[in-house]
């Protein structure tokens, strides 16, 4: 990275941006703002301002202008929903899935999940940091500006905390800014198989209090599943979260439908994520809720799940958020661009929704919809130049990185 600050992007061919403070739903959704030869003006990583046409550069220096040469600019793109923090692979599991055995029933005889955390448990803070570093590295040259990042590979009070800690020297160290969710309730640890409820209790009663003494997280996030956390759990772990000042948010629906979207809606969860096997009663508590429905479909393309109900989200005025899920297990990619493809194909959702749908309805579900998300005054100057001319034309290609440039608070990269 050579840290080069811009202070104006100039010959813009199209900028494409939703526009607002909060997320899109419904129509709104595809609603989308598109200048032609448009430029920005940035100060200090803020954008000052927007317009179309040959801005006055006055005072600005040769090198702090940056000529999009006619290209597609748009936000940044942000990735609401990663497993950020994690130890080893799981390449051993490639096999298995593809003769036909189930997520849960590997998770189930001790592997997945908790083979992750085998592996992140050993592994020191340094190592993790290293690690994810790199995915970072990945995935600013993809043109993922923000990143959200769970724990859930600890489950234990101190590895918990190892996790979300590197998940804030990330942020203060990386150029992306990374937030962070605790995500304990991930699975149940196997010192605590025959014992589930002292698991809860340590959860309920250190580690949720213990993670927020240290501000570590700011949303706190269930495995809300068949064999994993039943909706009871689920609502006890994340009312005591909410109390202690962490936002909810649910894995729900993503292989079974056993209530996790009905208790996100009742919950007014900021985010329900997944919810592959979503059902209307889910959907109608989602919109009641004001909840976010956050689909990640690389994760049914790897899992060979179907996709997400997104039209009917859309139509039932649920704001569509869509994000990677990057993991060890359900989705060893970080690729946005290709989880966009996906959407675009199997979602049937139009250019315009999706780009909402990874911008500003992204930050939204992480609560950042005030300072990133789109390209307006005031909001952080974080964009990607592409490798496009059109909208349309990041959809109809696939496989390859269409990432010319990325800014992020108006540092070139
Ligand atoms: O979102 N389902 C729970 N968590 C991840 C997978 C984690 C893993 O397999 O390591 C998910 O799919
Ligand atoms: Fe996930």
Same mark, same amino acid.
């Given at each position: 990275?050579?840290?080069?600050? =811009?202070? /104006?992007? +100039? ?43 040959? !801005?006055?550069?006055?005072? =600005? ?14 936000? &940044? ?10 130890? &080893? ?22 592997? &997945? ?53 590197? /998940?804030?020297?990330?942020?203060? @160290? ?20 025959? $014992? ?6 340590? =959860?309920? $009663?250190?580690?949720? !209090? ?18 994993? *956390? ?26 079974? /439908? ?17 919810? =592959? ?24 393309? #790897? ?22 899920? *990057? ?6 990619? #970080? ?8 959407? /675009? #194909? ?19 579900? +992480? ?25 349309? *034309? ?14 992020? @608070?108006?540092?070139?990269?």
């Amino acid at each position: 990275m050579n840290d080069q600050r =811009i202070c /104006a992007v +100039i010959n813009i061919g199209i900028l494409a941006t939703p526009k607002g403070l909060k997320a899109k739903a419904g129509t709104q959704q595809g609603e989308i703002l598109s200048l032609k030869n448009a430029y920005l003006l940035i100060e200090d990583g803020f954008i000052k301002e927007l317009g179309t046409g040959t !801005p006055d550069l006055t005072g =600005i220096k040769a090198d702090q202008i940056l000529d999009a040469g006619g290209r597609l600019v748009t936000p &940044g793109l942000v990735d609401a929903h990663t497993h950020l923090v994690f130890g &080893g692979w799981r390449a051993h599991e490639l096999q298995q899935k593809l003769a036909g055995v189930p997520y849960l029933d590997i998770l189930a005889a001790g592997g &997945g999940i908790l083979n992750t955390v085998g592996q992140t448990r050993k592994a020191t803070e340094n190592e993790l940091f290293n690690k994810a570093a790199k995915a970072l590295d990945g995935m600013i040259a993809l043109g993922t500006t923000t990143v959200e990042a769970k724990s859930g590979y600890g489950l234990d009070l101190e590895n918990e905390l190892k996790q979300l800690r590197v /998940a804030k020297q990330l942020d203060e @160290r990386h150029l992306v800014d990374v937030v962070s969710t605790l995500m304990v309730a991930h699975a149940v640890p196997s010192e605590y198989k025959h $014992n589930r409820n002292a698991f809860l209790d340590l =959860i309920l $009663n250190t580690i949720i !209090p213990a993670v927020a003494q240290e501000n570590l997280a700011a949303f706190c996030d269930v495995f809300c599943e068949t064999g994993v *956390f039943d909706v009871a759990e689920s609502k006890a772990i994340l009312l005591c979260a909410q109390a202690h000042g962490m936002r909810s948010k649910i894995h729900a629906d993503e292989i079974d /439908a056993i209530g996790g979207s009905e208790l996100a809606g009742e919950l007014k969860a900021i985010s329900a994520e997944h919810l =592959i096997a979503l059902q209307d009663s889910g959907i109608a508590s989602l919109k009641t809720g004001g909840t976010i429905a956050c689909l990640l479909p690389a994760t049914s393309f #790897y899992l060979g799940k179907p996709y997400a109900r997104a039209q009917n989200l859309i139509a039932a005025g649920v704001p569509v958020a869509i994000a990677s899920d *990057f993991n060890p297990g359900s989705c060893p990619s #970080y690729s946005l661009q290709f989880c966009m493809n996906l959407a /675009a #194909y199997n979602y049937r959702m139009s250019s315009e929704q999706v780009l909402t749908s990874v911008t500003l309805n992204a930050a939204a579900a +992480i609560d950042k919809a005030k300072i990133i998300g789109s390209l307006e005054a005031g909001k952080l100057a974080d964009l990607v130049i592409w490798d496009a001319e059109t909208l349309d *034309f990041l959809f109809y290609r696939f496989g390859s990185n269409l990432v010319k440039s990325v800014v992020k @608070r108006g540092i070139l990269v």
